[in-house]
């Protein structure tokens, strides 16, 4: 693995290469999005430094209730180890205040989905019996991000929260889920890496392993370039390339009900299937005119697709898009890898 501390640029260093072709390989088509995000709320109660939520132009508001069940219906129904993450480009504990989120997880629950993962930045931890909440929720991981180990890097890097209300809580629900001797839901300490915290890299790993909790170090990533934010270890005019693990994989809805074509499209300027349309179709059915936008109409590039492949969702070969992609070039590359650690 490529030691992300480093801040190497990592679509030119050999062994993330590697790393990054043998995700690719293994890459397969799928009737049914193996991940789902659904955006419960596009509110945020941060400002972070390296997110372009504080850019974000379109309204900020929760999903309707309605809306949330019949996709969960679905889900269960159709696909019940579909990873759902109740969450997209907000912050779900929000809905924490009169229970509206474990009401809604309670739900997707009862309608037979089984993999609910849930990420946070942790704020709200210490209100309203969130801690109690989760650990009693269905949930399968709870991730919290949280990007600095001190109190000077943490309120750097993630703007507005406080690093005493934030790091004692998580403590606590830790604590809590070690007391009650839970398998479910395990805890992840996320720590995305940028030239502000790759000094606490080490010691932020040795701090959570100590308390129980999983640590994911992954790069600092970009959304889509579509704002201001930049990471330096992205090099955007790489002649690297592979299909898009995001692309082939996950499906993200707005919280207005707008299907996104690529995964990390925060502010939806490419929906193919939008928020007049969704509530009437079945998820599947919005999956494979997704899959068969994110390839048709990437770049100004047409790739042959048939009205049969976008009916039932059957994708061209990966090898195809991927020569389709080399011979076009970065220059006119409107799905940049998004790397998943």
């Known amino acids: 693995m490529v030691d992300f501390a480093r801040l190497p640029k990592h ?34 109660n941060l400002t972070c430094i ?11 508001r929760h999903m309707e209730r309605p809306l949330w069940n019949k996709i969960v219906e679905e889900v269960g129904r159709e696909s019940p180890q579909t990873e759902i993450w109740p969450t997209f480009y907000g912050e779900a504990l929000i809905m924490g205040y009169k229970s509206e989120l474990w009401e809604r997880l309670d739900y997707a629950d009862q309608a037979g989905c089984k993999n609910l993962v849930l990420n946070s930045n942790g704020t709200l ?6 801690i109690d909440r989760i650990l009693n929720s269905p949930l399968k991981r709870f ?40 398998k479910y839901p395990a805890i992840v300490a996320q720590f995305s890496v940028m030239r502000q915290n790759a000094h606490e890299v080490d010691a932020d790993r040795k701090y959570w392993n100590a308390r129980g909790a999983e640590v994911k170090i992954r790069p600092m990533l970009e959304w889509t370039a579509t704002g201001t934010v930049r990471t330096d270890t992205i090099v955007h005019d790489s002649q690297f390339r592979i299909a898009c693990p995001w692309g082939n994989n996950t499906m993200a809805i707005h919280q207005d009900g707008s ?11 490419f929906r193919p299937v939008t928020s007049r349309t969704l509530p009437s179709r079945r998820r599947g059915a919005a999956w494979a005119s997704g899959c068969a936008s994110r390839i048709a109409n990437t770049g100004g590039t047409t790739f042959p697709i048939s009205a049969r492949d976008a009916a039932t969702g059957r994708l061209p070969a990966l090898n195809m898009r991927r020569k389709a992609w080399k011979a076009r070039g970065p220059s006119g590359t409107t799905m940049r890898l998004m790397p998943r650690i």
């Open 11 to 44: 679509l030119e260093d050999d062994t993330r290469q590697r790393y990054l072709l043998d995700i690719e390989r293994k890459l397969t088509e799928h009737p049914f999005p193996p991940q789902l995000m659904v955006e419960n709320t596009s509110i945020c």
């Open 143 to 182: 991730i919290l991000s949280l990007d600095g180990l001190s109190k000077e890097t943490f309120e750097l890097i993630r703007e507005k929260a406080k690093w005493e209300e934030v790091y004692p809580a998580v403590e606590r629900l830790c604590a809590e889920r070690i007391r009650r001797r839970q």
């Open 259 to 269: 299907v996104v074509a690529c995964a990390v499209d925060y502010e939806g300027r």
């Open 125 to 130: 931890l210490d209100r309203w019996d969130n």
């Open 50 to 60: 390296h997110c372009s939520h504080r850019e974000l132009i379109r309204k900020k």
